[in-house]
Each structure stands twice: as structure tokens, then as C-alpha cells.
């Protein structure tokens, strides 16, 4: 069985940074890629940022050069989004996903973690 578990969310000034890690423990393959997404209401969830095993990161257009994804491998799977010059528009639930290739959505989730972006 395999857990994702996020965190480091809060409530950020415009244009300030906050660094969101996600853990990811439990029967991982080899090949795998570990993906964040975000859910602002009342819009549907979109990516983020991915990073594949080999460390092959993958980004949206919205994130301009704003965020750097990471991780580390270990005993568990240590995968951290730093976020900076934050707009209100960032505002949302961010999630992290479990897949096999970057391509790919994985049916595991973690509960999430709320970024605000306010003044």
C-alpha cells in the first residue's frame, strides 16, 4: 500500500514563497513518477510540476519559471515543490499523485495541503 502525505501549505503574501513537501512511503515500483496538482474552487484539479524517478521534471505553463520541483529518494520518496513570487491566482488545495511515467495520472492521492495567496 502506498501513503502520500503533504504538507508545508499556509497563507503567503503575493509575490512571498512557501516550500510544499510530499512523502511518499509504502510498495513504490522503480519506475515512478510523483506529481503535484492543485484544485482552486470551483475549477478542476490541474498539474503542477511532476518529477520522474531519474529526476526528469515536468511543469505547467502558469509556472513561468516560479517553481522548482525535487526529490529525494531514500527509505521513502521525499518530493518538494518550492513556489515563489506566489500570485493570488495560485490560490488553492495542492495535491500530490503517484504515477508510473510523466504522461501519467496514478489513482493515489494525498489529502492535500491549502496554499492561500493574500494580501
Known amino acids: 500500500q502506498v501513503q502520500l502525505v503533504e504538507s508545508g501549505g499556509g497563507l503567503v503574501q503575493p509575490g512571498g514563497s512557501l516550500t510544499l513537501t510530499c512523502v511518499a512511503s509504502?510498495?513504490?515500483?522503480?519506475?515512478?513518477?510523483i506529481g503535484w496538482y492543485r484544485q482552486a474552487p470551483g475549477k478542476q484539479r490541474e498539474l503542477v510540476a511532476a518529477i520522474t524517478n531519474a529526476g526528469t521534471p515536468k511543469y505547467a505553463d502558469f509556472v513561468q519559471g516560479r517553481f522548482t520541483i525535487s526529490r529525494e529518494d531514500t527509505a521513502v520518496k521525499t518530493v518538494t515543490l518550492q513556489m515563489n513570487s506566489l500570485k493570488p491566482e495560485d490560490t488553492a488545495v495542492y495535491y500530490c499523485n503517484l504515477a508510473k511515467f510523466l504522461r501519467d495520472v496514478g489513482p493515489t492521492w494525498g489529502k492535500g495541503t491549502l496554499v492561500t495567496v493574500s494580501s
Open positions: 509504502g510498495s513504490i515500483l522503480p519506475i515512478n513518477t
